[in-house]
């Protein structure tokens, strides 16, 4: 009896002892992730925000169209965060408020006035002024790691009223009295299973499906079930109820979107409805909870109708729980689902631009640091100008469609603010939604008389040399290069215009005069040049460099022509404007960067004679489309047999560069002029863009000449126009013309070459 | 009896030092040091000047920003009078060159029924103020903001919050030169000669200001060690007064 006993006592006691191991070692687990780093959250790529002042170029429905992006609710009256009513040409809105990097903006009511496309007036709601203000950046896509687990956290005062009572009432009543099992459910769960004869309900606590959720696979046996029973207890051990709910809030699954597991309310709320959840009413609240218990069987785009008849099962009991009135609940199910179009925060948005960003992070940093740490990413992304340039992209490609191959002919597109060097859009490919092999940075391509420039700017720096009215002869050529072959260019309509001025071989792209003038500059100056303009890649010094033979890509094309937009001021182009932490601590900026690369007077100049291709050169059909009032600079280019289509042109504050081609580099029906500039035209029509307007430098000089001869002249005169000059290359001021006007010299008469 | 006791006591203190792990407001990410550790490797970026005062600010420059009350008594409150026109009133000679009917280009936007501000920055041109007394409204607001920032040490967040300024007024001369001068608090000497340089392509007709630009670009070039370019840029300084 007595070793019996003693044998029973002390097996007991080890079993105890073996049992109490196990739940220290599940208490260590438990701790260890639920004090630590719960989660690791992708890095968030955000678009610029908003500013709003008064005297912004901004129209309207422009605004509308950001604010509905944003998930702003159109009211009576703004009287919560992302509201806005709209009275004619007033709105008012009530901003969200947001953590940037240099300061934080308020939540405000603001009140806007609309004046033609400009914003004429900006206030706060209660009158006092206001000089500036930022609507909450778009949030365009993030970096996730391969398990691809997304997830916006929130804290537990943000959440919407009726969330965490709709939650209790429909997955644990108990929840608020339970010690993390509910031997009340289990019984009841049993019960019912037992009369059905299968599992149909199961007795899971909130915190045994966090527990389930957090810490353990998806294996259905008995022994993880108990694992999962002590573990939960363990948690309500250690933490309250509170600590539970919230971990339950950020971690519960709610939806797939492609790749993405989405995962938590925060980003369900802002997957689904495009708001905060903060911001949603009691039936969007009861829609995600429902969706809980089958995030893919109750999608709200998916499978609407079950969605919404799930919706509203959960209002109903939320009335037989006295949670809300019956009342509530009827007005609740009259509200259609609400659910946007598709993910507006999907990151297979703008694939292209998000390329961008990511090349550049994974410069400056590793990528856990990108996938884990919740980083925010802000960009100089603009959502209204990548949506006005995919259409124009896709209104000239179906006004091109009736010429033949252009089904095959593929695109890239890149803007920039050539003022501030930022990158505003990226256009990877003619479908602009799909991720894939992104032409605006890996395109490379011959850039043919996108070259130019170039060679007109080396001649131009050289003001005793050449001017824009210096006369260059266009005419057939042969030379030797130093590979021994024969170089004979030609002009594209295989024509000899004869003697032109210096700025009409540049305006008309005339192959003869250009590569004569850039042989007489030399061919290594003239890559000289290309490389003080910012293109880094290393071309042989041979002839045909001279009509472009050398390949860039969209981007390094716009990189070049910054320069020759900002003054001559070379700057790096940026996406990323600063980083910030997952707490909102400033990381890291990426500053303005300029550097003056060429003289002021010959960019003054070159942009003279590249508004001049715009107005009367080969850019001309622009006008056909855009306001005279409208100056524009910019340049054609077409590779041989049209393989390529390029056009590279700014205004004062929009730069863009448009290349049209074929990926197995087959010949296109499309030149520069036919193809390329048509989608850049489109995009400026649709950009409204303000006018080019370098200011005067210092040492340039508006001189009359007159037009046929080229000679000084005066403004009584004749024929005389006016045209810049680096002060002292002008030519020598003609006399007034009175009644009896001298009659133009015979010799210039005879030349007549500018017909 | 005694032996079974010992596993058994061990394990409940075990259990009891686990138990009384303090409750309390769990972090919801703890960021790793890693991507600190990032920041100071990529010190490119003027990370490691951040904590520096402003060190030698430019005293003598005179020229500051309009900011009322921004930097109480001490700051020397100067206008630079500007030019009938408007900013960078430069005009683009682009009449055709040619027979062509001449084509005026109005600065502001063409159709009749734009009410266009005639400045393409953005800021509203009331009147025939000077481009000066213009400076009102945002960037007045931002370049405010970008003082109190220097002013308590943060240059990263002054440099930013006048990038903002420039975003929205790109050629307001006075935002490129107060980029100047946080750049070169910040250390960066070369950038600092670059900003005020193109501020200076936007100064035309304005002396006291140009002025101011040259002796910015002859302290960053002092800083950057070429004292001859510093004695020039001062040449110039006194030459646009």
């Known amino acids: 009896m007595r070793p019996w006993l003693g044998w029973a006592i002390k097996l007991g006691l080890v079993g105890l002892v073996v049992l109490a191991g196990f739940a220290v070692y599940l208490d260590a687990v438990v701790q260890e992730k639920f004090s630590g780093k719960r989660w690791t959250v992708p890095a968030k790529v955000y678009a610029r925000p908003l500013e709003l002042f008064v005297g912004q170029k901004l129209t309207k429905s422009d605004f509308l ?53 400009y914003v004429a007036g900006l206030s706060q709601a209660n009158g006092s002024s206001l000089a500036v203000a930022r609507l909450e950046p778009m949030l365009i896509g993030g970096l996730y790691p391969a398990h691809q687990e997304d997830r916006l956290l929130i804290k537990l005062e943000q959440v919407p009223p009726y969330l965490v009572e709709t939650l ?112 949603l009413k009691l039936e969007q609240v009861a829609l995600l909870v429902g969706m809980v218990k089958g995030p893919t069987y109750y999608n709200p785009r998916r499978n609407p109708e079950r969605a ?92 091109l ?42 395109a490379v391509r011959p850039i043919g008389s996108l070259i130019k420039p170039a060679i007109y700017l080396a001649a131009l720096e050289r003001p005793s040399q050449y001017t824009l009215t210096s006369l260059l002869e266009d005419q057939p050529f042969s030379i030797k290069g130093q590979d021994g072959q024969v170089w004979s260019p030609q002009n594209y309509d295989r024509k000899a215009h004869g003697t032109v001025y210096l700025y009409q071989g540049l305006a008309n792209s005339y192959n003869l005069s250009s590569a004569k003038l850039g042989l007489e500059l030399g061919v290594p100056n003239v890559l000289k040049t290309l490389e003080r303009l910012g293109v880094t890649r290393k071309w042989p010094a041979y002839p045909s460099m001279l009509l472009g033979a050398g390949a860039l890509t969209p981007m390094e094309v716009a990189d070049m022509y910054q320069t020759m937009a900002n003054g001559g001021f070379n700057t790096p182009l940026r996406g990323i404007r600063s980083v910030l932490t997952a707490e909102g601590e400033p990381l890291k900026r990426y500053p303005y960067q300029i550097q003056q690369r060429f003289d002021a007077g010959a960019i003054y100049l070159l942009q003279n004679a590249m508004q001049r291709t715009m107005r009367e050169g080969t850019g001309r059909s622009v006008y056909s489309r855009l306001p005279s009032s409208l100056a524009l600079a910019g340049k054609t280019g077409t590779s041989n047999d049209s393989r390529d289509s390029w056009f590279a042109g700014f205004s004062q504050d929009l730069l863009a560069v448009v290349w049209l081609g074929r990926d197995d580099n087959g010949p296109t029906p499309l030149t520069g002029a036919t193809g390329a500039l048509q989608v850049w035209t489109d995009f400026m029509v649709k950009a409204d863009p303000l006018p080019l307007d370098m200011p005067l430098p210092d040492n340039v000089v508006q001189a009359w000449v007159n037009a046929t001869s080229g000679q000084g002249s005066d403004p009584s005169c004749p024929n005389a126009v006016q045209m810049p000059y680096i002060r002292g290359s002008e030519p020598v001021p003609g006399q007034a013309c009175g009644i009896q006007a001298p009659v133009d010299s015979v010799m210039d008469w005879v030349r007549g070459w500018l017909d | 009896m005694i032996k079974w006791l010992i596993p058994a006591l061990t394990a409940s203190v075990v259990l009891g030092g686990c138990a009384s ?51 109480g008594s001490s700051a020397p409150i100067q206008t630079f009078p500007a030019p009938g026109s408007p900013i960078g009133g430069g005009v683009v000679g682009s009449e055709p060159f040619s027979t062509a009917p001449v084509i005026s280009e109005p600065a502001g936007g063409g159709s009749s029924s734009v ?127």
């Open chain 1, 65 to 117: 169209q950001e604010l509905d992006a944003l998930g702003y609710r159109r009211e009576s009256a703004a009287d919560g965060p992302g509201a806005v009513s709209v009275a004619g040409n007033n709105l008012e809105l009530h901003t969200r408020g947001f953590q940037f990097y240099e300061s934080r903006e308020p939540s405000q009511r603001v009140r806007v006035r609309f004046s033609g496309d």
């Open chain 1, 168 to 279: 209790v009432a429909i997955e644990d009543r108990e929840f608020f009295n339970h010690f993390g099992v509910s031997p009340k459910s289990i019984a009841r769960a049993v019960w019912v299973n037992a009369t059905a004869g299968q599992v149909v309900q199961g007795g899971s606590t909130l915190t045994q499906q966090l527990v389930k959720n957090f810490y353990l696979t998806n294996e259905r046996s008995l022994i993880r079930k108990a694992t999962e029973a002590m573990m939960a207890v363990l948690l309500e051990l250690h933490y309250d109820k509170q600590d539970i709910l919230e971990a339950y809030l950020n971690e519960v699954f709610l939806g797939q979107d492609g790749q993405r597991a989405v995962h938590g309310f925060g980003l369900a709320s802002q997957y689904f409805f495009s708001q905060p959840l903060s911001e």
């Open chain 1, 308 to 399: 919404l008849e799930r919706r509203n099962l959960v209002l109903d009991v939320l009335v037989e729980q006295g949670v809300i009135t019956l009342e509530q609940a009827v007005a609740a199910k009259q509200k259609p689902l609400g659910v946007t179009q598709r993910g507006s925060m999907a990151d297979s948005s703008f694939p292209a631009f998000l390329d961008l960003v990511k090349r550049q992070l994974r410069e400056d940093y590793r990528e856990e640091d990108l996938t884990e740490e919740g980083l925010r990413i802000f960009t100089s992304f603009d959502p209204i100008l990548q949506l006005k340039a995919e259409s124009a992209l896709a209104d000239s490609l179906k006004r």
């Open chain 1, 401 to 442: 469609a009736g010429r033949k191959g252009v089904e095959l002919v593929e695109a890239g597109m890149v803007v920039t603010n050539p003022e501030t060097g930022e990158v505003q859009v990226l256009i990877g490919s003619r479908q602009p939604r799909y991720a894939g092999f992104n032409r605006a940075l890996d």
């Open chain 2, 21 to 71: 792990v303090p409750r309390g407001s769990i972090p919801v990410v703890d960021s790793s040091s890693s991507v600190y550790g990032q920041q100071q490797a990529g010190a490119g970026d003027y990370g490691t000047s951040t904590a520096q005062p402003p060190q030698s600010q430019p005293q003598d420059s005179g020229v500051v920003v309009m900011v009322p009350g921004a930097g």
């Open chain 2, 115 to 241: 009410p266009p501000p005639s400045m393409p920055s953005g800021i509203p041109s009331s009147g025939g103020l000077a481009a000066d007394e213009q400076l009102d409204g945002p960037v007045l607001a931002l370049l405010t903001t970008a003082q109190q920032q220097q002013g308590s040490g943060d240059l990263n967040g002054a440099a930013s919050s006048l990038e903002r300024a420039q975003r929205i007024a790109p050629r307001e001369p006075q935002v490129l030169y107060r980029l100047a001068e946080v750049r070169l608090a910040q250390g960066d000497a070369a950038q600092a000669e670059q900003f005020a340089r193109r501020g200076l392509s936007y100064a035309s007709g304005r002396p006291a200001l140009q002025a101011s630009l040259w002796n910015l670009i002859a302290q960053a070039r002092e800083r950057q060690g070429d004292s001859a370019g510093a004695a020039q840029a001062r040449e110039r300084a006194k030459v646009s007064l």
